[in-house]
């Protein structure tokens, strides 16, 4: 049974083109490795009185694994305010030829609406390169 982990955070600060290729990079090496798969978004706009940039992210693969790699993820000091929006079992992955998907956005979804964002993502975008 494979498992998927939803969530969303708040930059540290605001990541610059060259400090996303680098992280995605690192993402794509270590998810490879352990056979995860799923997708980054990152979000830069104005949130209250300042810029800001945030992330979600769906993992998917084996439960252990992803909660293990979440872990780490939580622990990075390149985002804070993490917070789980969904996570369970799943019988097959939904971006499953992706090590790790990428988009750059204005648009930020509602919680609610976490996965469907993701997916219409990748539906979109499958047959397409989507390296930074």
């Known amino acids: 049974m494979l498992y998927y982990l939803i969530y969303c955070s708040v930059a540290s600060e605001l990541m610059a083109e060259e400090d996303l290729r680098v992280l995605l990079k690192q993402a794509r090496a270590r998810n490879r490795e352990l056979v995860i798969t799923g997708m980054l978004v990152y979000v ?21 694994l992803v909660e293990t790699l979440f872990e ?6 390149r985002h804070h305010e993490v917070v ?27 919680a609610d609406a976490s996965f469907s964002f993701l997916k219409s993502f990748y539906d979109e975008r499958q047959d397409r390169d989507v390296s930074a």
Request: net charge positive; aromatic share 12%; hydrophobic share 30%.
């Open 44 to 64: 830069e706009g104005g949130y209250g009185m300042r810029r800001q940039g945030r992330f979600m992210q769906v993992l998917e693969g084996s439960r252990f």
């Open 72 to 77: 780490k993820i939580r622990n990075d000091n």
């Open 84 to 110: 789980v929006l969904e996570e369970g079992a799943i019988h097959k992955r939904s971006f499953k030829t992706w090590e790790m998907g990428f988009e750059r956005t204005e648009q930020f979804p509602p």
